[in-house]
């Protein structure tokens, strides 16, 4: 995807195969009927997990970096990703996450030890607080998905952190929004470039079929009632612009847009 002068590529990581009403408590398999481009065979939902490189001006930005080492085969592949787009660990000059999920700030660390040694480490100050804090706590990723907590992934790494706290610009073109709800401290990425824009929404959406009915809600959202306000205004801007967008958990991570129906939105691939 080319966003003016900027280039932001997919880096995968892998894929969690999930049960969709489980994943979406509130819904059933009728809600998912008209669905099923986004389900599997066996109708489970492909959740990808992975990053996206941002290159800007001579900045090379890691939106986001996976689960990290796990023991799945078809999981834990961002850095052979990475090496297979020509960029090494030691390239990334800034890693960007959108919240500090697991599934987000898995590579941040190895069995301890930096991977990104030459990178400047980047969070929203609220999500620091609320899963590094005194009184974090990741039971539900745990529980669920067997994952380390941030503060096992992250705490190794707390000295290169860099915070800020609200809308800010990080790099030429490269913004960031506040989107609390799914965390207090999420946010979704805005690039810009010329008359070009594209979103990265971090886990405002899950899927595509969240921007299309707000009232679905996944797991691990925080506040369940802020993260459907969040996410019905980013809908609303999307259907409004026009403009591209997409997420970690996307299938293949690939961008789309939101249009606006008869009584209904349709979500595009590009």
């Known amino acids: 995807m080319r966003v003016g002068d900027i280039t932001v590529t997919p880096v995968h990581d892998g894929c969690f195969l999930v049960p969709p009403t489980a994943f979406f ?16 065979d066996d109708g489970r939902l492909p959740l990808d997990l992975g990053g996206f490189l ?12 996976g689960a990290g080492r796990r023991t799945e085969p078809e999981n834990g592949h961002l850095l052979t990703s990475l090496r297979a787009l020509g960029v090494s660990a030691a390239d990334v000059t800034d890693l960007v996450f959108t919240h500090l999920h697991f599934d987000h700030v898995g590579w941040a660390t190895d069995n301890g030890a930096v991977v990104f040694e030459n990178a400047t480490y980047r969070c929203d100050s609220r999500d620091w607080v609320h899963f590094c804090g005194p009184d ?43 989107a609390p709800g799914h965390t207090p401290g999420s946010n979704v990425i805005v690039l810009s470039s010329g008359g070009s824009r594209a979103l990265l929404l971090g886990d405002v959406a899950h899927c595509p079929v969240e ?13 369940p009632a802020l993260a459907r306000v969040t996410r019905e205004a980013w809908a609303r801007e999307m259907e409004g612009t026009g403009v591209a967008a997409s997420a970690a958990h996307f299938p293949g991570m690939r961008f789309g847009r939101l249009l606006p129906g008869d009584g209904a939105r349709h979500w595009v691939f590009d």
């Open 136 to 178: 974090a706590d990741e039971s539900l990723s745990q529980a669920i998905f067997k994952s380390m907590t941030a503060v096992e992934r992250l705490g190794p790494v707390a000295s290169r952190f860099e915070m800020w706290s609200g809308d800010a610009s990080l790099a030429p073109g490269l913004d960031v929004r506040s």
């Open 25 to 40: 408590p509130s819904t059933s398999a009728a809600d998912w009927a008209p669905h099923q481009a986004f389900l599997n």
């Open 54 to 65: 941002v290159r800007t001006g001579d900045r090379v930005i890691l939106v986001d970096c």
């Open 211 to 223: 921007l299309l009915d707000s009232e679905w809600a996944a797991l691990g959202d925080v506040d």
